[in-house]
C-alpha cells in the first residue's frame, strides 16, 4: 500500500489504520505546545476528531495522557506501546 506524506513528510495513513493512532502519539510527544491545531497542522488528522482518537490511544493502548486546556501531554505509553517504535510510524509510509 502506497501512503501519501503531507508538506511535512508525515504520512497520511487511512481513518481505519492503527498507524494514524501512532502518529497522534508521537505529535503529541514531539511538539512543544501540542494544541488540537498544532497537531492538525503537522499531521493532517482533523482537530475535531483529536480528543476522540486519544481515548482510543487510552482505551486501546493504556497510554495515560492528561489534557491541561488546550495542550496534551503523555505521563505514559502504557504495558503495550514503546515510544521508540511508535516513532517509526511518523518516518514510514510512501
Known amino acids: 500500500m502506497t501512503v501519501t ?12 489504520d492503527a498507524r ?4 497522534l502519539a508521537s ?6 505546545r501540542p ?3 498544532a497537531i492538525d497542522d503537522l499531521t493532517g488528522i482533523d482537530k475535531s476528531s483529536i480528543d476522540e482518537q486519544v481515548d482510543k490511544l ?5 497510554m495515560v495522557i492528561h489534557k491541561f486546556g488546550d495542550i496534551y501531554r503523555i505521563e505514559s505509553w502504557g ?8 516513532a517509526k510510524a511518523m ?3 510512501a
Request: aromatic content about 10%; overall charge negative; proline content about 7%.
Open 20 to 23: 494514524r493512532l501512532f502518529v
Open 5 to 16: 506524506r503531507n508538506k511535512f513528510g508525515v504520512p497520511q495513513y487511512p481513518l481505519d
Open 58 to 62: 487510552r482505551e486501546q493502548y493504556g
Open 35 to 37: 494544541t488540537p491545531t
Open 79 to 86: 504495558d503495550v506501546l514503546n515510544k521508540d517504535s511508535v
Open 27 to 32: 505529535a503529541i510527544d514531539l511538539l512543544e
Open 91 to 93: 518516518q514510514q509510509g
